[in-house]
């Protein structure tokens, strides 16, 4: 239950006192103060800044008797800098509280709609300014969010009845994805695109682990991009991310996904799929599978995937490309290499395997990506299986999306996308070029 002009509540943060440390004296009762220190009421202080303190204030505003901000209002967040010298930079993130969408989280003064909550909650921001010289300061703010009178309980994602027969209505479903394991240097899509309801909002924010810079997509503002952090020997090198969507009625949703940064040096050979569709990275099992490997990269290292098109797209099972071009021409291939099945490697989701024909000893340059865990195409005492020679590091939300397309019979070829989807290069990543 939005209003059509949404009043303003305005919350004032200091934040970055590099020099001096000026007092912030509020007008009227606040509605939430800040702290990360619950003794002294001083926040966290990075890199030799002055320690700051945040405080809130209400202007002209109508709120309930014991300061609870209601459903409906636009709330502002407003960071303040003293003496923080030149080209100040704003990071707002939502820590605590039923997710909300933050807009403008990039700058000095963010903003976000209360939403429908069925009991009081607490939602606590965080803000992190910085400088040219790379000095650096926190703050926090909290902001109570009133029970809606009117609320209407909702299922995310459900189908719009509960248990008991009464009507529920149909709600956000926020999706973030699964976890990825990446190395340092590669570009990382975040991918909420999988999320259901009904005109939704995005909002993506880092809750932990090395600080990235989060790049929203030009096409859709579901999807952010990061490059990965360098690898920290001794860290946990997690990074977490959450997803907040909310529809047209402001009810809100969140969803969480882990990003883990891997230790280059016990990184496989690693390549980058181009396609039409977006980029994957592979990291290949050198080790596990060497003869199929090296038969692999031998197809890369010639440039014989550019403009191929993956021919073989079945929904729950596999994508699978490397051997034709537009119209289902074959292209030629060199010897096949026999097969390394039986190397203890499964096909698993993610995974990258070798096509063959009934021959288990005939794969030549087709592979394939397993959408889900196929455990009757593994080698067994009965079952000569399929060779697993990598795994998808990034670009499994690419994969799933190329799953999606329309397919049919070309050529006498089934299960063909009436649209084409190519592979535009298939590269190794050098080191050098992190």
Known sequence: MLMEETPVIRFMLLTLGVLALVPFAPQSCPLAGTTTD?????????????????????????????????????????????DGGEGISYA??????????????????????????????????????????????????????????????????????????????EGPEAVAGEEQSVAPGDTVTLDGT???GNDLTYAWHQISGTTVELETDDDDEGIVTFTAPGYESGATNTLEFRLTVTDSVNRSVTDEVSVI????????????????????TVELFDEDAPLTVENFLAY?????????????????FVVQGGGFLTGMTPKTTND??????????LNERGTVAMARTSNPDSATSQFYFNLIDNDFLDASDSNAGYTVFGQVLTGLSVIDRIATVETGTVEGYEDVPLEDVRIRSVERIEEDSE
Do not use: C, K
Not at 46 to 72: H, I, K
Not at 100 to 111: E, G, P, Q, W
């Open 336 to 345: 096949p290499v026999p097969s390394e099945a039986d190397n203890g490697l």
């Open 300 to 316: 890369v290292d010639d440039g014989f995937y550019t403009n191929t098109i993956f021919h073989r797209v079945i929904a729950g």
């Open 261 to 280: 940064v891997r230790n280059p040096d016990t990184l496989g050979t690693r390549v980058r799929i181009e396609t039409t569709m977006g980029n994957i």
């Open 194 to 196: 999988d999320s259901t």
């Open 92 to 169: 707002w993130v939502q820590t605590a509280g039923a997710g909300v969408a933050l807009t403008n989280a990039r700058s000095r003064v963010a903003n976000f709609v209360t939403p429908s909550l069925e009991d009081d909650d607490t939602l606590r921001f965080l803000v992190t300014t910085w400088n040219a010289d790379g000095d650096v300061g926190q703050a926090e703010t909290a902001v109570t969010v009133a029970a809606d009178t009117d609320y209407v309980p909702f299922v995310p994602g459900g189908t719009g009845t509960s248990s008991g027969g009464e009507d529920r209505p």
């Open 38 to 82: 619950d003794t002294d009421g001083s926040t966290t202080v990075v890199r030799g800044t002055l320690a700051t303190t945040a405080e809130a204030e209400t202007e002209n505003v109508m709120l309930t008797e014991d300061l609870r901000v209601p459903v409906g209002y636009t709330v502002e967040l407003r960071a303040v800098v003293t």
